[in-house]
């Protein structure tokens, strides 16, 4: 037990270890220059800003913007909040800088090997470089063969003309105008501002009267304002700060009904400083092995070890869905990031919930152990992925805001969750089965094939059988597992197809139009309904139970990343 105890402590210092390297990437600097290091970025993240239909920090704007310029990548490691107001300020100094991300690998090759012979030919080494990172130079891009190629990839619509406008994309993106236009610092002022009135840039404060603005802090606002740019541009770090202190006391001022509070500001710019909390998906993972140990051999103390990460991580999961909830003002299920971590975090509750009410039962450890893989796999597919699981927060669309369709999405994305788990346990099922096919033990054999309750008759030597309740092997508690995840699967996936049918009904005029989400959450859940029948039917449910559940899970992770960004429909992140 000491040994275990050791063991996990130092397994929980190494993960704390990861999840703090993990987040340093995104804010900490090689070498920062003196000006960075003496700004107070912290003070300037926590303004708010109106973008996308939302009031968030300004740190979160700068970041969602700056995705569209180097992808994941962070330019020369800045923190993108510098980077965002360095290009807005100072724009030639990223004319030569590589800053523009070229997503498909092919054409990085192509356009290397397109400015051989041009004034802007690559080293050896910067080309190295930039066939591994994707990013690229403006005047590089800009060169006339490379856009002479760009033209004519633009053409091919299906396989890179996506990919071209992404390049273009970036350029609009970090024009200084356009980043201008987008910072919307300056709240409609009260008493007759409203939270849906538009927000003004600091640009509009300085140019004219703003109606219902008292003069002393528009004068404040717009001195700020001219300090801040000149001391940018200057690389005068002292009045920078000044200027930043300025804005942070004089913004809540305009319209402070309105203007969010700063401890939600700060929180959000911590949250995606600290990549939306999905390294969490390290200590998932850390609790595999003690679990399966625990599982396999019933050893008490890589029960318990696994136990403890598995809380560990559940507790960070759970912080992270609530904070996203305090953040977005909403129940976070409105976008794809948000649909995989929260139904991961809807398997952890069940998981826990079982946990602790059968933690005398044969099950106990494989609720933990399945919920575990679960969350790792959507934790570390969202972590891996962070444009195409994008954990920029918007707003919910109208149309949505209907609780039919609260209620469909929630079963829906929880339902998923259990069939990825009972995929976990049906595959442990199956490497079972193999196990007594290589040791060649017939009785036991037939024992595993009848399943569930029925996997209590054993079968004696001379052929006849009867029922023994005081044992059950390992193939019968993975089977029963199985049943009872692929049975709350089943219940789940209908009244989650009636409740979107009713939704839709109601927003769309019709129950059923066969959008491809649909067509493919109904595959699923026939399936799943194949597999009631046939586990009626066949002698061997314990085998064609497993197996089926393994497909119903393919058919489902189908629905989840082919439909959703292969196949457009009328889906909100389809």
Known sequence: MKRSLLFTLLAILAACGFARSASAQSSDTAEPSPFLKQLDLKTLAQLAVHGEGRVKSLDSHARAAMQFVSGAKLINKQPALFTYFDVMLRPMEYTDADVVWVKLKLMRAQIADKLKGTPQKLTEEREEEFLSSGLLSPRALHEPAVTQYLGERATDVLTTAKFVEMIEGAFNVMNPDALRMNLKLVPPPAPHGTINDPWLTL??????????????????????????????????????NAAIATLSAELPQVNSEIYPQVGRLSWEAWYFRMKNMTWVWIIYALALAPLLIGVIFRWPGARWTGLVFFVLAFGLHTFAVMLRWYVADRWPNSNMFEAVTTAAWFGGCLALLLEIFLRKSATRNLWALGSSAASMTALMAVYLYPLQLNANINNMMPVLNDVWLYIHTNVIIFSYCLIFIAAVTATLYLGWRAV????????????????GAGSLILTRPDGTSHLDESRSTFGQILDGTTMVLMELSFIMLWTGLVMGAIWADHSWGRPWGWDPKEVFALNTFLVFLVLVHVRLKVKDKGLWTAVLAVIGAGVMLFNWIIINFAISGLHSYA
């Open 203 to 240: 640009d509009e404060v300085v140019a004219s009267s703003v109606p219902n603005l008292n003069q002393s802090t528009q004068g404040k606002l717009a001195a700020a304002w001219a300090d801040f740019q000149q001391g940018w541009s200057s690389q005068d770090s002292a009045k920078v």
């Open 436 to 451: 007594l096919l290589v040791r060649d033990k017939p009785g036991v054999m037939e024992y595993a094939r009848v399943g």
